[in-house]
């Protein structure tokens, strides 16, 4: 007994003695010695075998200690009459919407929560574009909408009628879209973030690709900021997290996230059973980020500053989200029971305070010093890129109408009881007979608080967001580059893959656009032939290369360099469509025509990463997104997961993303030149699919005046040369099929004396929308002269069965076929892949030269031009097997 007496002193003054010496040295030379001191103490317990348990966690509290707070350099009371308005106008836009039309949505407890983090940067830190500032790059949360339309409101840009007409966008042309997005209003919103986990990503390769433009002399390197603010919800998405180890390693100090910590989502607790700070603050430190919590106000620092024994700090760090959550709206007597009622030295630490106090004890993210302290930190923190973690309360200032309650999320009406509280609460001059109708307050524009907010602003570089097209329409496309490619290849077999990678190689090699070339790629160069690039315009890096390349004696070697143009993602495709939208949209960003040139494997990229490509579109994107070895029977060997039959049937869904499936390199040349004339010179809002593929055949010569018809979606291949049969087929082929149907042809001819031209069909998209545009004006104007749609023009007088056959599935030619004079038949690609060789990919999804000819020759006997025993002859002829099974179905 005595012994373990005598150990525990031993024990405590060792303790003291060393606490001591830390405590001399921190005062003598400061904290990076201590430092210095514990990593050499850690490092010789480790090889002494001492394992000390990890941690990439701090204490649950203030990353920045109150003593190192700066000063601040706001009015107090101004600014939060400002941010009450706005807090008021914000939820009486969502309350208003509803009473008007239930059910038309909104969401007030977002922005509720998200006030403070936003108005401290509105008043302090976000800079406005101009023509003497760069201005910073700022991803509203999308939810809080309403805050960011309500500051509008005050600074002018947005009218009464605007608040008034809050979703509805039809009818009206003053209407506000629900959340950011730039193609509802192209002047405003710059970056879409509703879709969650989007925005972080996005927001990294952003200030990855402001990098870029630096490193590569397209911009002047500045100090300016992108600002994405998420919500801890959001983080579950994989997007959010997925690309933060990338932030840390390109070292980007010119990113900040902030991280509204409302501990809710829409169903109820993020981390109910946890601490969604303390656990993203591990992932974060952990890749490597500079992390700032804000996880207490001012009303806690006495508190804090009593806790010598860490007793406080202790018990904080042990209560759960879902107990904080209980606090907002529990009373001040249950906070102090259970909270502080742990200990009876932590029950003292409050002995003085009331239960109304104890209530009203507020996290950091409502505490605009707390706030203010982390993001003047933040930037000035340089080498990593940096996170805030606010703490704040989901629906604060609602009371019993959603304060903190789980069903916050989706409170959209206040009654009037509910309206009165919230008013009085945030001090508004509205009389108890019109709070009832929720009505927008703005102060006098000689008020002080409009003063001060117009000031800020003013301070700051204007008013945000706002967006506008900063580029000016190329002057110079270039023409003569494409001219070989018009020019075919004579015996030599090439693959549409290799002609687009040469063309890209020309490109770069331009001398009036190839600098505004953005090639991206998420490793899979080789696979496209195109590591000859490395070598041509190197590898982006921002440190250049500090190795010497395993094959650097050869001469395509591994080239990366500080000013290289490719951007070689790595396995990302979500990461390079990020890249792919910063380049696409610094048209408006930045005001430079760069052009994204995005090539990956056309399974991975619509399929996989489609809301991205949603975004983009939204975002009036430009770009070209070229699919690679696409195609279900055209990438031989590769298998199910791979074989591509879908993504332009995924094309169709984005309003303003051209699609094309060409079959030759003429026909590349034509879409490309046509598309950096429209994006970059007549500046249209589009962006472009481009599938390629890697089956290598002879590259005809672009016959004449088919440059029309390979945009709009198709042409007259080859015309028959049996002029004079009374029995016609029109066979139609897209990408690499054209050829099964050029051969199909020819068979139809030889052996069956059929009439046969060949079509080919560069974009079954651009021939729908085109049908369906012009059936919709004759519909809408019957008394006017009929139009005819480009199909319509085409096959005006054209007779026979009409048979279609592409790599995707029968349904992308079904939806052209309504506009043909006879219903358009379809073979295509339903069903998985399969890994086997072309030829029986062909034969195994029915789209080969021999289904072409037997579909023609069916619909022939269907319409009594030829007799039934030549179709079963044919059948037998052609080794089809009709016992075979529908690919669809194995
Ligand atoms: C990809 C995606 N999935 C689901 C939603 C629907 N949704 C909108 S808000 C929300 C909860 C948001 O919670 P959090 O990120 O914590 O933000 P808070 O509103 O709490 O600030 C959800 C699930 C969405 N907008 N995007
Ligand atoms: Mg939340």
């Not at 909270?339 to 409502?366: A, C, I, W």
């Not at 102060?443 to 003063?451: A, F, H, I, R």
């Not at 672009?702 to 979606?713: D, F, L, N, T």
Request: with cysteine; charged share 25%.
């Amino acid at each position: 007994m005595s012994d373990n007496i005598n150990s525990e002193n031993i024990k405590e003054i060792e303790d003291k003695e060393w606490i001591e010496s830390l405590e001399y040295v921190l005062k003598q030379y400061g904290s990076v010695r201590v430092i210095d001191l514990l990593k050499k103490l850690q490092t010789y317990a480790y090889k002494k075998g001492v394992a000390l348990p990890y941690t990439a966690n701090t204490p649950y509290i203030n990353t920045i200690h109150k003593d190192d707070e700066p000063e601040y350099p706001g009015d107090y009371e101004i600014e939060r009459t400002i941010r009450s308005i706005i807090r008021w106008n914000a939820m009486a836009m969502v309350v208003h919407a509803n009473k008007i039309e239930d059910g038309i949505g909104g969401h007030i407890s977002t922005y509720a929560s998200v006030a403070t983090l936003f108005e401290i940067g509105f008043n302090h830190f976000f800079r406005a574009r101009n023509n003497k500032q760069e201005g910073d790059i700022i991803y509203f949360q999308g939810h809080a909408s309403p805050g960011i339309y309500a500051r509008s409101f005050l600074e002018g840009n947005i009218t009464l009628e605007h608040l008034e007409n809050f979703r509805r966008e039809i009818y009206t042309e003053n209407g506000l879209s629900s959340y950011p997005h730039p193609w509802l209003m192209p002047e405003y919103w710059q970056f879409p973030t509703v879709s969650m986990g989007l925005s972080p990503i996005m927001a990294i390769y952003q200030a990855r690709f402001n990098r870029y433009l630096e490193d590569r002399g397209l911009k002047k390197v500045t100090d300016s900021k992108v600002w994405a603010f998420l919500g801890d919800g959001e983080t579950d998405e994989p997007e959010s997290l997925g690309a933060i180890s990338l932030a840390a390693r390109e070292q980007l100090d010119n990113l900040i996230f902030v991280i509204n910590c409302n501990l809710q989502r829409l169903d109820g607790p993020v981390r109910g059973n946890g601490k969604i700070i303390q656990e993203l603050e591990r992932n974060f430190r952990g890749a490597g980020w500079n992390v700032i919590k804000v996880i207490w106000g001012s009303d806690w620092d006495p508190l804090l500053e009593k806790d010598t024994n860490g007793l406080l700090v202790e018990r904080v760090e042990k209560a759960l989200d879902g107990d904080y959550q209980k606090y907002v709206v529990e009373s001040g007597d249950f906070i102090r029971k259970h909270l502080f009622g742990t200990h009876p030295d932590l029950l003292k630490m409050v002995e003085n305070y009331s239960d109304r106090q104890l209530e009203r004890l507020s996290p950091g993210g409502h505490d605009t010093e707390k706030v203010y302290a982390a993001y003047k930190a933040a930037m000035e923190n340089s080498g990593s890129p940096t996170v805030i973690l606010a703490k704040t309360i989901k629906g604060y200032g609602l009371g019993e109408a959603g304060e903190g309650r789980n069903i916050t999320h989706q409170q959209k009406k206040l009654n009037e009881q509910e309206l009165k509280d919230f008013r009085s609460r945030f001090h508004i001059p509205i009389s108890d007979d019109e709070v009832g109708n929720a009505p927008f307050y703005k102060p006098p524009e000689d008020s002080p608080e409009m003063k001060y907010l117009h000031e800020r602003r003013k301070k700051l570089g204007g008013y945000i967001p706002k967006r506008s097209v900063l580029a000016k329409p190329l002057k110079k496309i270039p023409d003569k580059l494409f001219d070989e490619f018009y020019k075919g290849s004579d015996e030599r077999e090439t693959a549409t893959t290799m002609s687009i990678v040469r063309l890209l190689s020309k490109l770069l090699r331009d001398k009036d656009i190839g600098d505004l070339i953005v090639p991206i790629v998420p490793d899979e160069a080789r696979t496209f032939g195109m590591e000859s690039l490395f070598r041509q315009v190197g590898i982006y890096s921002h440190v250049g290369q500090l190795y010497e390349p395993v094959d650097a004696d050869t001469f395509l070697y591994y080239k990366e360099s500080e000013d290289g143009q490719i951007l070689e993602e790595g396995i990302t495709e979500a990461g390079s469509m990020s890249s792919f939208i910063a380049a696409g949209t610094a048209y408006s960003t930045h005001g430079i025509n760069t052009i994204p040139f995005f090539i990956y494997y056309s399974m991975f990229g619509l399929q996989r990463i489609g809301d991205l490509v949603w975004t983009a579109a939204d975002m009036r994107c430009k770009g070209f997104m070229i699919g690679g070895t696409a195609g279900r029977t055209t990438l031989a060997g590769e298998g199910l997961q791979h074989q591509d039959g879908n993504s332009q049937h995924y094309a169709y869904a984005y309003p303003n993303l051209k699609a094309y499936d060409p079959a030759f390199t003429y026909e590349i040349a034509v879409i490309f030149k046509d598309g950096i004339k429209r994006m970059y010179k007549d500046q249209e809002d589009i962006f472009y699919y481009i599938t390629v593929m890697n089956e290598q055949y002879k590259q005809p010569a672009m016959p004449r005046g088919v440059e029309e018809g390979i945009i709009k979606g198709m042409y007259r291949y080859k015309s028959s040369t049996l002029k004079k049969s009374n029995i016609k087929a029109h066979l139609f082929g897209s990408g690499a099929i054209l050829n099964e149907t050029i051969k199909a042809q020819k068979i139809l001819e030889d052996d069956f004396e059929v009439s046969c031209d060949v079509w080919s069909i560069t974009s079954f998209k651009e021939l729908y929308l085109n049908a369906h545009d012009t059936e919709r004006w004759n519909r809408l104007n019957p008394g006017r002269k009929e139009r005819v749609s480009y199909i319509g023009e085409c096959l005006k007088n054209e007779e026979g069965v009409f048979v279609a056959a592409s790599d995707y599935l029968k349904s992308l030619p079904d939806s052209i076929s309504n506009w043909f004079p006879r219903p358009l038949v379809s073979l295509g690609t339903d069903g998985f892949g399969r890994s086997d060789t072309r030829e029986a990919l062909r034969d195994h999804f029915e789209v080969d030269y021999r289904y072409i000819v037997i579909t023609a020759l069916y619909e022939l006997y269907k319409t009594d031009k030829i007799a039934k025993k030549i179709l079963s002859d044919a059948v037998k002829k052609l080794k089809i097997n009709p016992k075979k099974l529908n690919p669809v179905y194995s």
